[in-house]
């Protein structure tokens, strides 16, 4: 059974420009995506129609066969995305942490926003497909419910290299957020602070030029980062495409569980509380002495109860995170629909 195509692997006559075009489109949508908790950049390929174009182009050059339309996919999406990430990084942090409700609003409608797009692939529904999304959405609920660590050594080489693996897997797995994972492995804040920093040591910040040194501390954090990343893409794009390949249903329906189930953990009303003495934070004992001390951005969440003008803000973001999603695929739909209707029929 082949893999379920898109626009960038269908037609090899197409200009290579609106690949091209495409491609930067999706990287982009995808660096932003990584940067935040709770959204797919897997999703957001899917949703400017580069998805599965994006996993075959990357199974194709790790087993050494360089198609033009290929590489200039590989180079689109790779090269705006990094782009995204290094100039928005700390931007997008700031809004997440100082308008959590908002942002997290938006986030549930571009994530749900997807769910139209996946299904396209899918169908027609099998009983494998529906198995695989409930076992699928199960886990993302679990995560969920277990919630960010806030104990991870954010020290560790380790953990920083794992951090990149989960970011790559996000970059592949419609529904699975990097930003999310990263918060889970206690690497959030310190990895997008240390984006920032990159930035700021090869643009500056306005007051002042270049600074190398803030550059080479960086790349204690850069270096097994991007080895992570790369592993992981690798590693993950060749399975998921040996799994569309060969238990297609099965691997689409795990798909959309992933997508439904990453929304659990986007509840909007929950906003930094200070910690209390005997709390844990980040693997440090919370004190009178040293309460004071905490950053905000380490406080934990707490809910809160949203009032009318929260609800009605919190319902026009997701409404408009919805229609993100739907303009932006608009630019494959209707080819996606052409493509899995010729591969179903």
């Not at 194709?60 to 999406?77: D, G, N, Q, Y």
């Not at 419910?145 to 592949?172: E, H, K, R, Y």
Request: charged letters at 15%; a negative charge; one cysteine or more.
């Amino acid at each position: 059974m082949e893999t379920p195509e898109d626009p960038t692997s269908a037609p090899e006559d197409a200009p290579l420009a609106s690949t091209a075009v495409r491609g930067v489109i999706g990287g982009v949508l995808m660096g932003l995506a990584n940067l935040v908790p709770g959204i797919s950049g897997g999703t957001m390929l899917l949703a400017a129609g580069v998805y599965t174009g994006f996993i075959t182009a990357i199974a194709e050059v790790t087993t050494l066969r360089f198609r033009p339309r290929s590489l200039v996919l590989l180079a689109a999406i790779v090269g705006s995305a990094a782009l995204g990430i290094l100039l928005l990084a700390g931007t997008v942090r700031d809004l997440v942490l100082e308008q959590r409700w908002l942002m997290y609003s938006l986030f549930i409608g571009l994530t749900l926003g997807g769910v139209p797009l996946l299904w396209r692939l899918a169908r027609p529904a099998s009983p494998a497909l529906f198995a695989s999304a409930a076992v699928a959405f199960a886990v993302m609920c679990v995560m969920a419910i277990g919630g960010p660590s806030s104990g991870a050594d954010s020290t560790s080489t380790v953990w920083v290299f794992l951090a990149g693996m989960a970011a790559a897997s996000a970059m592949i797995l419609p529904g699975v957020s990097g930003g999310y994972l990263l918060l889970l492995l206690g690497q959030y804040e310190r990895i997008l602070g240390t984006v920032d920093q990159l930035k700021r040591g090869l643009l500056g910040d306005g007051a002042s030029g270049a600074d190398p040194a803030l550059v080479i501390d960086a790349m204690s954090v850069v270096i097994p980062l991007g080895v992570g990343v790369v592993v992981g893409v690798v590693g993950v794009s060749n399975a998921l495409k040996w799994l569309l390949e060969h238990y297609e249903k099965a691997t689409l329906g795990a798909l959309l569980g992933l997508l439904l189930g990453a929304v659990v953990g986007l509840w909007p009303f929950q906003e930094p509380t200070p910690p209390e003495p005997g709390d844990v934070v980040k693997g440090i004992l919370v004190t009178e002495a040293n309460r004071d001390s905490i950053d905000p951005e380490d406080w934990p969440l707490a809910r809160f109860t949203p009032s009318p003008g929260h609800v009605g803000g919190s319902v026009a973001a997701v409404a408009f995170g919805l229609a993100a999603t739907w303009a932006i695929g608009r630019l494959g739909g209707r080819d996606d629909e052409d493509a899995t209707a010729s591969e179903n029929g």
